[in-house]
Antibody, heavy 119, light 105 residues
């Protein structure tokens, strides 16, 4: 079955960097657009970034543009999110999400990776 | 960017009630409106895509409707397992914004 498993979360000081990984399985990785979505504690969902199936198209939310970078490794079926210049308001659970292109919707989600930005 | 206005933010209801959640977008989107359910710290689950397409395994008491800028999620007869937070989302174009969420309690 479809699986998305995030890793790489943790506690980091403001201004530092972190890289999240999302290992996927159960579907043809190279055929799907993938996204990152985050959820701050007790808050709603915030879309962050997408990368097209072939990695050529990337889009970002204004709140992370220039600080976060999305990438993918087809050989490893893994999605990444590089988080730089982290701020306390980046503290959140970060979800890796698959977009089902026939539905234009997010049909599969990982369990999330918790990032806490604190001194 | 397309702004989403979801209401109400919370809703008190009882088992057996009919419940309606609304979502308004700042510009017209043809059919790219989705609904998600999130329970207790778990990842969101896709309920309805493209305004009204129920996902596999989702009970038929859930339905979606609307067009243009105004959309609704209706639960016809609330069951105990339906108490959760619901989010609308537009997938018309990035950023793929979500509504603020409706907590059903």
């Amino acid at each position: 079955q479809v699986q998305l498993v995030e890793s790489g979360g943790g506690v980091v000081q403001p201004g530092r960097s972190l890289r999240l990984s999302c290992a996927t399985s159960g579907f043809p990785f190279s055929q799907y657009t993938l996204h990152w979505v985050r959820q701050a504690p007790g808050k709603g969902l915030e879309w962050l970034a997408l990368i097209s199936f072939d990695g050529t198209n990337k889009k970002y939310a204004e709140s992370v543009k220039g600080r976060f970078t999305i990438s993918r490794d087809t050989s490893e079926s893994t999605l990444y999110l590089q988080l730089n210049s982290l701020r306390p308001d980046d503290t959140a659970l970060y979800y890796c999400v698959r977009e089902e292109h026939t539905l234009y919707a997010f049909d599969s989600w990982g369990q999330g990776a918790l990032v806490t930005v604190s001194s | 960017d397309i702004q989403m206005t979801q209401s109400p933010s919370s809703l008190s209801a009882s088992v057996g009630d009919r419940v309606t959640i609304t979502c308004r977008t700042s510009q017209s989107i043809p059919y790219n409106l989705n609904w998600y359910q999130q329970k207790g710290g778990k990842a969101p689950k896709l309920l309805i895509s493209s305004v009204s397409t129920l996902q596999g395994g989702v009970p038929s008491r859930f339905s979606g409707s609307g067009s243009g800028t105004d959309f609704t999620l209706t639960i016809s007869r609330l069951q105990p397992e339906d108490f959760a937070t619901y989010y609308c989302q537009q997938s018309y174009g990035p950023p793929y914004t979500f509504g603020q969420g409706t907590k059903l309690e």
